[in-house]
């Protein structure tokens, strides 16, 4: 029992609830009407009164209470009551009812399921309570109108009540009738937002499959029907915004303790959903039933229906909006998605409400955005019909339609993946329409706006509002791919964003999800399990198909057989008549006139494939009729009588074959079909106005089959079927189309569906796209289906991009330059900018160079900075973009810097301008303009520097203006400027003050954080418009070249690759520009260049780098190359400054500095040349080890360009000043340490012979450095210049002399291969060719003179280092040797000299194996002299030399010889001139030899041995009979006896010659025979003196002629004995000194050594006293011979 206290209805929280309520009810109800009712709600109110200790309910109870807290009787006891309140049908009874139920629901006290509607008793006490509700809802009265939705609005909130099946629906259409139907504008829009609500929870719940969601409340802007009158009350919109809050207000998280019922799943096996999924389909089913309610026909003007039509598209709307994840994995929630809400915008698609398209373009965006990946052959379909068929209509498209399409184009167009996936699952999809394309082409098209001249339904205003709006779109698609771009690149401030669907995926790698363009598309996998995410590489290859094929289409459309040609040959289709017939029967986009054509054409293959083609169709079970239809409706036919003939023909064969029984022979066919055409073409033809009749027709047909007649009755029926149903071929349309789009459809197959759809109906009316249409589209989606390119593709590569830029960026640059150049609109503009922008960042990135270049140059032209006087606020908005672009994009501009630079410069120079500054051509002034010039420039100094800087011509020129692409505006040519055009200019000056200057330096500072590429890049560009201002004729400007300076400044700190790189274009500028006609740019150029290495070298630079020199190498070559003595001077200048403030930093770039100055020592200016040598001079004295410190070539380009300076023509002392230099430079050299000494480890033969001149052969000796000196000074031993000459060679052997102890013995052998020996290297002396002495030139003696100079020098250098230089002794020795072959006596004789002061020097510290070698040498040298002679003999052997009174004779007696006698006579006397001169030569030099080999006995008597004796007596022995030679050529003789008497000149001393050679010889031998009796006696010296005296005596004997004879008959002779001539006198008077010698020599010999040798000299003896002798001594010395030498042995 409850107490007195307790509440009404008992303590428990139900009743505390309901005692409320059935008292109000009790109170409100009349007792005699509703008697039943106040005497339940008093026993319910009894019944809670006595429960209050009711215990807690049990969950797990098979039947809980439906009332929570509450027992069975007064829970149902209550909910009568409430029931019986509920059916009363009485506001103020049902009210309290209403609001008691709502609360019960509201607290969650209320438990059960709802499944049923119906009141029944089988059904549950709270679905009856809830049918109760719904019949409320319909008594039109408002406040129950609105008590029923919050009712129902609760229930569907409470998560322990679970509205199931039909009781969902019936909520739906409660909420739906009070909407349509309502009195209050109020509820109406209460029930819409009540019905949204309801929407939200139930597909909340689908989406997590619980009871228990967290759901947000709907608002009125959720709401889009702007046709609804109530939206615009702002009064009823807050009402049922506060309804809906109230009713939605409170927690949704339950309350401790109370149950809430767990998810369900179905019974049903094949269900495999929860109750929850399944009612949410099932209500999605019916809201997709409801949209698809149609007018009648009888009441067209259906505004309820149409009502109900846009809430329950809204409704959708919202459902596809709010749909999750697993809307797009479930196949049944995705299949109802295709089955209904598909159907239901096909079949209101033709409905042109505004609202219901508005709606239906907002559902199509969001099946796009969601459930694309699930959709694509629907979104293939609804995207023409929806979208491209309003875009593409131009010229009279409905307005708000329209601008509904843009709205939604722009809203696809900013989720770029949504505009990624059309591309690659249509435009790269063979059986896919271009969709991208097309967006992209219509745009266009609406951007152009309407063609001058075209008819159209748009004002001018609509038609710039589409303009703006295309354009805006445009710009909104090339921004997305950019976003892309730069989200999958990681570009900018992009970064891998992990979203929760990222995280399912992982989970679930099979689920594609984030489609909502916010996210990353995952891989989609096909069933079979292989990911069907596409490659850039089979992208490219299906795109190329695609491209390829449509080729091919279009040219058959054109001309049938090319077509197939083409295709054939690009392997597109196959080659057999079999795949061209399948080709033509299954490819959409064919044209069906063509088809026929082909298909009749008489050619063989043609034929082929027609009959390919009508034996692939099957006519069996067809009727007759039925298969004419069929086999037209793949193609026209053609109107060629042949061609329909071959056609009709093949037709009539097929269908006999397939239907063999139909007619007794093909011929019937082939007659019937053609009565058929004929009959089809009689009925349906306009033209025609006597119809056949069905007589006609009868009696037209008989005997066909075969002489008999056709059943009448089957004609007939034929008869009827063709005039009742025309049979259309393929290309009939009834439905003109717009050419691009027909063709595209037909590429489709779209073309007849779309054409189904009835586009101009009526305003407003609900009538729907009939059946066919349907089932032509449901055909298309099977047939689709079931093909691989289905599979929705998702690409996640950049390269896509690359392809969707080819097809949009041609139609995007003609938007954006058209809507730009004619629109001044802010909007427009600022669009076509942004647009730019965009496309400029991803053909950059995408290294698209065409196209990048295409934008890039366009925004350039629209900045107008080529004629600033026509300037406008969107020009300067063009400079702000490509300032823009050049911050932003810089890393990808490449070659398209090349036009933001020329913009920034043009606007620099419009800046200084509009300041009144002068212009840069008045401080760079070319000759030409000079005198032009000097005017503005002394106008420059009034008040106001603008008004007078418009006096300028430069300011004169800019106001004309120019073309974009001229390097110079406008000029004499121009007409005069107009005070208008120059207050325009001034005002468009002032424009550009919106971007500072500030702005521009910002690119050139931004350059540091260019990559490696684009800094190489922007710097070539730089130069390149540099040099375009520079070469200026009439204004040359600087301001390029200055940022050039800034540029390398800046970007000095990169790495050395890229740096060298970087200043590989700027050298080759500098170079360029430091060469130019224009004195004052080459002059400013090479002082900006001077700036610049100034600053370079500030940094220090590590050994063996090469950069210092590549930095100088421009002044260098413009040194080199200049023909400009001033730019030559500043050049020195610059350098001599460089290295006297920067010498501690140099390294490599001494090699430049030396090039400079060597190229200054050769100037042909004085000035230059003495400037360069005080540097050089400085360097040298004060600077040297820095040259050392650094790589040989540094010191060798030293050396070279002193060297340079001795060959100065301007001063001697210049000249002698660099050698001795050179010698100074030997001295620092050997002062700073670079010593060169043999390392012990590695001395090693192969080091010592190094033949290959390589002087680095121990670097870290510094050998290197010496090398080059001693080289260049003996370079300049061959000058022409005899001091330089001379000093030359004694500096050279001096610096070896002085410091040669500071090398080692591999270094010495490296100087004198690549130094001493090049000095003797030419020492031929033409011994082996002509004797060329009579053509000798005085190079050939100075160079001689030089070489004698050297060669002593050489001796005494080898002498003082004899021991380290020891291995080179023999080549020194054949050096020296080989100047005894000189054809020169002086040469030889110094040769000889020579050689006696190096034995000299080294006979000591030779050994016996060195004194062989050189003695060899000596003798071999010495042998090959008396080639000359053989020469001589050659000489003569040919010239006849006339006795001298015959000469004299001839020319008295022939005055007139013949001129040819005389020059040959005159040449062959001076051929005998000169052989004489040959001659006696060739003798001093024999005696020279013989002279030279005697000293050396003399000399060095004790340090020979018998080899090296013997070797000297063979050398004089071998001159001795050489001379004898020389004697017995007499008729050699005899003809230089002639000359000499001719040419009045001594004669050769030949007799002399050989007196001589014996007398040495005999000296010699004597000698040996008097020091060295042992020796002698070893050598048989006693023998070789008694051979050489019997020669001699012999010779003497002949001479005098009694020449010893054995034979008897000599003694005869002397009895008849003739005098000597003169001549033998003369030289018996000559050999008689020898003769003397000998035989005193004789007399002399020891008694036994005579007697053994007199059996030898007796008779020699005996005849020499018969003979005539020119002087008594030799008597004297006979008669002593016999009386002291002879006698006593006779006497004896």
């Known amino acids: 029992m409850a107490s007195p206290t307790a509440p009404l209805g008992g303590a428990s929280p139900s009743g505390r609830v309901l005692g409320p309520a059935l008292d109000r009810i009790i109170k409100n109800a009349a007792w005699r009407k509703h008697s039943a009712l106040v005497a339940a709600a008093k026993e319910a109110l009894d019944l809670l009164s006595s429960s209050s200790d009711y215990p807690a309910p049990d969950p797990a109870s098979p039947h809980p209470s439906p009332l929570l807290g509450l027992p069975h009787a007064a829970a149902d006891a209550a909910l009568h009551a409430l029931l019986l309140a509920l059916e009363s049908a009485s506001p103020k009874i049902a009210d309290p009812a209403l609001d008691c139920v709502a609360k019960l629901l509201y607290h969650r006290l209320l438990l059960g399921d709802l499944g049923g509607a119906g009141a029944g008793d089988e059904a549950s006490p709270?679905?009856?309570?809830?049918?109760?509700?719904?019949?409320?809802?319909?008594?039109?009265?408002d406040?129950?109108?609105?008590?029923?939705?919050?009712?129902?609005?609760?229930?569907?909130?409470?998560?322990?009540?679970?509205?199931?099946?039909?009781?969902?629906?019936?909520?739906?259409?409660?909420?739906?009738?009070?909407?349509?139907?309502?009195?209050?504008?109020?509820?109406?829009?209460?029930?819409?937002?009540?019905?949204?609500?309801?929407?939200?929870?139930?597909?909340?719940?689908?989406?997590?499959?619980?009871?228990?969601?967290?759901?947000?409340?709907?608002?009125?802007?959720?709401?889009?029907?702007?046709?609804?009158?109530?939206?615009?009350?702002?009064?009823?919109?807050?009402?049922?915004?506060?309804?809906?809050?109230?009713?939605?207000?409170?927690?949704?998280?339950?309350?401790?303790?109370?149950?809430?019922?767990p998810a369900e799943v179905d019974g049903k096996e094949d269900a495999g959903m929860s109750k929850i999924r399944e009612d949410g389909l099932t209500l999605f089913k019916n809201l997709c039933k409801l949209s698809m309610k149609f007018s009648t026909p009888d009441n067209p003007e259906d505004q309820m229906l149409l009502r109900g039509k846009v809430l329950s598209l809204e409704l959708l709307k919202m459902v596809v909006d709010n749909a999750g994840p697993f809307w797009r994995i479930n196949e049944k929630y995705l299949g109802a998605i295709k089955q209904y809400l598909c159907l239901s915008l096909l079949k209101n698609s033709a409905l042109s409400a505004m609202s219901i398209f508005q709606l239906l373009c907002s559902i199509f965006v969001g099946l796009l955005s969601r459930f694309r990946s699930g959709l694509k052959e629907e979104i293939g379909i609804f995207f023409p019909m929806l979208v491209l068929r309003v875009l593409e209509n131009v010229h009279q498209p409905s307005f708000l339609q329209k601008m509904t399409v843009l709205n939604l184009l722009e809203k696809i167009c900013k989720e770029s993946q949504v505009l990624i996936d059309i591309f690659v699952n249509y435009d790269c999809d063979v059986d896919a329409s271009n969709i991208f394309e097309r967006i992209v082409n219509g745009l266009l098209k609406t951007a152009l706006g309407v063609p001058p001249g075209s008819t159209t339904t748009l004002t001018t205003a609509q038609d710039q509002t589409f303009r703006?709006?295309?354009?805006?779109?445009?710009?909104?698609?090339?921004?997305?791919?950019?976003?892309?771009?730069?989200?999958?690149?990681?570009?900018?401030?992009?970064?891998?964003?992990?979203?929760?669907?990222?995280?399912?995926?992982?989970?679930?790698?099979?689920?594609?999800?984030?489609?909502?363009?916010?996210?990353?598309?995952?891989?989609?996998?096909?069933?079979?399990?292989?990911?069907?995410?596409?490659?850039?590489?089979?992208?490219?290859?299906?795109?190329?198909?695609?491209?390829?094929?449509?080729?091919?289409?279009?040219?058959?459309?054109?001309?049938?057989?090319?077509?197939?040609?083409?295709?054939?040959?690009?392997?597109?289709?196959?080659?057999?008549?079999?795949?061209?017939?399948?080709?033509?029967?299954?490819?959409?986009?064919?044209?069906?006139?063509?088809?026929?054509?082909?298909?009749?054409?008489?050619?063989?293959?043609?034929?082929?494939?027609?009959?390919?083609?009508?034996?692939?169709?099957?006519?069996?079970?067809?009727?007759?009729?039925?298969?004419?239809?069929?086999?037209?409706?793949?193609?026209?036919?053609?109107?060629?009588?042949?061609?329909?003939?071959?056609?009709?023909?093949?037709?009539?064969e097929r269908f006999c074959k397939c239907n063999p029984n139909s007619f007794t022979s093909a011929d019937t066919a082939y007659v019937l079909a053609y009565s058929v055409i004929m009959l089809n073409t009689d009925a349906h033809n306009t033209m025609v106005k006597d119809k056949m009749s069905k007589s006609d027709f009868i009696r037209n047909n008989r005997g066909i089959d075969d002489g008999k007649d056709l059943p009448e009755a089957y004609l007939s029926t034929l008869y009827d079927q063709i005039v009742r149903n025309e049979i259309k071929m393929s290309a009939d349309s009834s439905v003109p189309q717009n050419k691009q789009p027909s063709s595209v459809m037909?590429?489709?197959?779209?073309?007849?569906?779309?054409?189904?759809?009835?586009?101009?109906?009526?305003?407003?009316?609900?009538?729907?796209?009939?059946?066919?249409?349907?089932?032509?589209?449901?055909?298309?989606?099977?047939?689709?289906?079931?093909?691989?390119?289905?599979?929705?593709?998702?690409?996640?590569?950049?390269?896509?991009?690359?392809?969707?830029?080819?097809?949009?960026?041609?139609?995007?640059?003609?938007?954006?330059?058209?809507?730009?150049?004619?629109?001044?609109?802010?909007?427009?503009?600022?669009?076509?900018?942004?647009?730019f922008r965009s496309a400029v960042h991803v053909t950059s990135v995408m290294c698209m160079q065409t196209q990048r270049d295409a934008f890039v140059t366009s925004v350039a032209k629209f900045t107008y900075l080529h004629c600033a006087a026509d300037m406008k606020q969107k020009n300067v908005d063009a400079v702000k973009a490509i300032i823009s672009i050049a911050i932003e994009d810089g890393d990808y501009l490449q070659e398209a810097w090349e036009h933001v630079l020329t913009c920034l410069s043009r606007f620099e120079h419009l800046h200084l301008l509009g300041e009144g500054a002068p212009t840069d051509a008045s401080f760079l002034t070319v000759p030409l303009v000079e005198s032009e010039e000097k005017t503005p420039k002394s106008t420059t100094s009034t008040s106001s520097k603008r008004t007078n800087a418009l006096q300028n011509p430069a300011v004169m020129a800019a106001v004309r203006g120019g073309s974009y692409d001229s390097t110079t505006a406008k000029n004499n040519a121009s007409p005069l400027v107009t005070p208008e055009q120059i207050n325009n200019f001034i005002s468009n000056i002032n424009l550009l003050d919106q971007i500072g200057i500030f702005e521009l330096n910002h690119i050139f500072a931004h350059s540091q954080r260019l990559n490696s590429?684009?800094?190489?890049?922007?710097?070539?560009?730089?130069?390149?418009?540099?040099?375009?201002?520079?070469?200026?004729?009439?204004?040359?400007?600087?301001?390029?070249?200055?940022?050039?300076?800034?540029?390398?400044?800046?970007?000095?700190?990169?790495?050395?690759?890229?740096?060298?790189?970087?200043?590989?274009?700027?050298?080759?500028?500098?170079?360029?520009?430091?060469?130019?006609?224009?004195?004052?740019?080459?002059?400013?150029?090479?002082?900006?260049?001077?700036?610049?290495?100034?600053?370079?070298?500030?940094?220090?630079?590590?050994?063996?780098?090469?950069?210092?020199?590549?930095?100088?190498?421009?002044?260098?070559?413009?040194?080199?190359?200049?023909?400009?003595?001033?730019?030559?001077?500043l050049i020195v200048r610059c350098v001599s400054q460089m290295v006297l403030s920067r010498v501690n930093n140099i390294k490599s770039g001494w090699k430049s500095v030396f090039t400079v100055f060597t190229a200054a020592a050769a100037d042909d200016r004085k000035s230059i040349v003495l400037l360069a040598f005080e540097t050089m001079e400085k360097i040298v004295r004060d600077y040297f080890p820095y040259i050392t410190e650094t790589e040989t070539t540094t010191f060798t380009d030293c050396v070279k360009c002193l060297i340079t300076f001795t060959s100065s023509k301007f001063s001697s002392d210049a000249s002698l000043n660099a050698i001795a230099f050179l010698r100074f430079c030997a001295v620092k050299l050997a002062e700073e340490g670079f010593v060169s000494h043999e390392k012990e480890t590695d001395q090693q033969p192969n080091n010592l012979n190094s033949s290959d001149g390589n002087t680095a052969v121990h670097k870290d000796d510094h050998v290197y450095f010496?090398?080059?000196?001693?080289?260049?000074?003996?370079?300049?031993?061959?000058?022409?210049?005899?001091?330089?000459?001379?000093?030359?060679?004694?500096?050279?052997?001096?610096?070896?002399?002085?410091?040669?102890?500071?090398?080692?013995?591999?270094?010495?052998?490296?100087?004198?291969?690549?130094?001493?020996?090049?000095?003797?290297?030419?020492?031929?002396?033409?011994?082996?060719?002509?004797?060329?002495?009579?053509?000798?030139?005085?190079?050939?003696?100075?160079?001689?003179?030089?070489?004698?100079?050297?060669?002593?020098?050489?001796?005494?250098?080898?002498?003082?280092?004899?021991?380290?230089?020891?291995?080179?002794?023999?080549?020194?020795?054949?050096?020296?040797?080989?100047?005894?072959?000189?054809?020169?006596?002086?040469?030889?004789?110094?040769?000889i000299s020579v050689f006696q002061r190096l034995t000299e020097g080294l006979a000591s510290k030779l050994s016996k194996d060195e004194w062989e070698k050189i003695l060899l040498c000596f003798k071999e040298s010495a042998a090959h002299t008396f080639v000359v002679f053989d020469k001589i003999v050659r000489m003569m052997q040919d010239i006849e030399i006339p006795d001298k009174n015959e000469s004299y004779s001839e020319a008295e007696q022939y005055s007139d010889h013949d001129i040819y006698n005389d020059d040959e006579e005159e040449a062959n006397m001076e051929t005998a001139s000169y052989a004489i001169v040959r001659m006696k030569n060739h003798m001093a030099l024999q005696l020279l030899i013989v002279q030279g080999i005697i000293k050396l006995y003399e000399t060095h008597r004790s340090s020979l041995c018998a080899e090296h004796i013997g070797i000297m007596l063979e050398m004089l022995s071998t001159v001795a009979s050489h001379a004898c030679q020389v004697n017995s050529e007499s008729n050699l003789l005899i003809k230089l006896h002639k000359a000499c008497s001719l040419l009045e000149v001594s004669e050769p001393a030949v007799i002399h010659f050989e007196n001589e050679s014996y007398r040495s010889y005999l000296k010699l031998l004597q000698a040996l025979l008097h020091d060295n009796p042992s020796l002698s006696e070893n050598m048989n010296v006693e023998s070789q003196i008694m051979l050489v005296c019997e020669k001699i005596l012999r010779m003497y004997l002949i001479c005098a002629g009694h020449e010893p004879s054995n034979d008897a008959s000599g003694r005869d002779l002397a009895l008849h004995w003739v005098p000597l001539g003169t001549a033998k006198k003369e030289e018996l008077e000559v050999r008689t000194s020898l003769v003397l010698h000998v035989m005193r020599l004789l007399g002399g010999l020891e008694k036994d050594c005579f007697r053994r040798n007199l059996p030898l000299f007796f008779p020699l003896l005996a005849n020499l006293i018969r003979c005539e002798h020119s002087s008594g001594e030799v008597q004297l010395a006979l008669y002593d011979i016999f009386q002291s030498s002879i006698g006593p042995i006779i006497s004896a």
């Open 746 to 835: 037909k590429l489709l197959g779209l073309d007849n569906i779309i054409n189904f759809v009835n586009w101009k109906q009526a305003e407003d009316r609900a009538l729907g796209a009939n059946d066919l249409l349907i089932k032509n589209i449901q055909e298309k989606f099977k047939a689709k289906s079931g093909k691989s390119e289905s599979v929705f593709s998702v690409i996640t590569d950049t390269t896509i991009l690359r392809f969707m830029m080819e097809v949009c960026w041609a139609p995007m640059m003609a938007a954006f330059s058209v809507t730009l150049d004619q629109s001044d609109d802010k909007a427009a503009t600022s669009q076509c900018l942004q647009g």
């Open 1013 to 1129: 590429d684009a800094i190489v890049a922007f710097v070539k560009a730089l130069c390149k418009v540099s040099i375009t201002e520079l070469q200026s004729p009439t204004d040359p400007r600087i301001f390029c070249l200055t940022k050039i300076v800034e540029i390398a400044h800046y970007n000095m700190n990169r790495i050395r690759l890229v740096w060298t790189r970087i200043w590989k274009v700027l050298s080759d500028f500098f170079v360029s520009v430091g060469l130019s006609e224009n004195l004052s740019v080459a002059i400013f150029v090479m002082d900006s260049l001077r700036q610049l290495a100034m600053k370079f070298l500030e940094r220090e630079e590590l050994a063996n780098y090469n950069f210092q020199n590549e930095f100088l190498q421009p002044f260098a070559v413009v040194m080199q190359k200049s023909n400009a003595s001033e730019v030559r001077e």
């Open 126 to 141: 709270a679905s009856r309570i809830l049918a109760a509700v719904l019949a409320c809802g319909a008594l039109a009265d």
């Open 1266 to 1391: 010496w090398v080059p000196l001693l080289a260049g000074l003996a370079r300049l031993t061959a000058d022409s210049r005899p001091t330089i000459r001379k000093g030359a060679v004694e500096v050279l052997f001096d610096i070896l002399k002085d410091h040669g102890h500071l090398f080692s013995q591999s270094f010495w052998a490296n100087i004198f291969e690549s130094v001493i020996y090049p000095l003797f290297g030419n020492e031929s002396f033409t011994l082996n060719g002509q004797i060329s002495s009579v053509n000798s030139t005085e190079d050939d003696s100075w160079n001689f003179q030089t070489k004698m100079v050297a060669l002593k020098c050489l001796a005494d250098l080898y002498i003082t280092f004899f021991e380290v230089m020891r291995p080179e002794l023999s080549r020194v020795t054949s050096v020296v040797i080989n100047f005894i072959r000189s054809p020169y006596k002086q040469s030889a004789s110094t040769g």
């Open 468 to 652: 703006i709006e295309s354009v805006k779109c445009l710009a909104t698609i090339i921004k997305s791919m950019g976003s892309w771009m730069d989200q999958q690149l990681r570009i900018g401030e992009f970064a891998p964003k992990v979203s929760e669907a990222s995280l399912i995926s992982i989970d679930n790698p099979n689920i594609l999800i984030g489609e909502d363009g916010s996210g990353i598309d995952y891989e989609l996998q096909s069933d079979s399990g292989s990911p069907d995410i596409s490659g850039p590489p089979s992208l490219e290859q299906r795109r190329a198909y695609k491209i390829e094929l449509q080729k091919g289409i279009s040219l058959f459309n054109r001309k049938p057989s090319k077509g197939i040609d083409f295709l054939i040959k690009s392997k597109r289709i196959g080659h057999s008549p079999e795949d061209v017939a399948s080709f033509l029967r299954n490819t959409a986009g064919l044209n069906a006139t063509m088809i026929g054509d082909y298909l009749g054409e008489r050619d063989e293959f043609p034929i082929k494939v027609m009959h390919a083609y009508v034996d692939a169709l099957n006519f069996e079970g067809m009727g007759f009729g039925e298969a004419i239809r069929y086999y037209l409706r793949g193609f026209r036919l053609p109107g060629e009588a042949q061609k329909i003939d071959r056609i009709m023909e093949k037709f009539a």
């Open 143 to 261: 406040v129950m109108e609105l008590a029923t939705l919050r009712v129902l609005v609760a229930a569907a909130r409470c998560p322990t009540v679970a509205i199931r099946g039909e009781g969902l629906g019936q909520v739906l259409k409660t909420c739906y009738n009070i909407y349509l139907s309502s009195s209050s504008g109020a509820n109406q829009l209460c029930a819409k937002l009540a019905l949204a609500q309801v929407l939200v929870i139930v597909f909340a719940r689908v989406e997590v499959d619980s009871m228990d969601v967290r759901v947000r409340t709907v608002s009125i802007v959720d709401m889009m029907d702007v046709s609804d009158r109530s939206l615009n009350d702002s009064s009823i919109v807050q009402v049922a915004q506060g309804f809906i809050n109230e009713a939605m207000e409170g927690s949704d998280v339950p309350e401790p303790g109370t149950p809430v019922a």
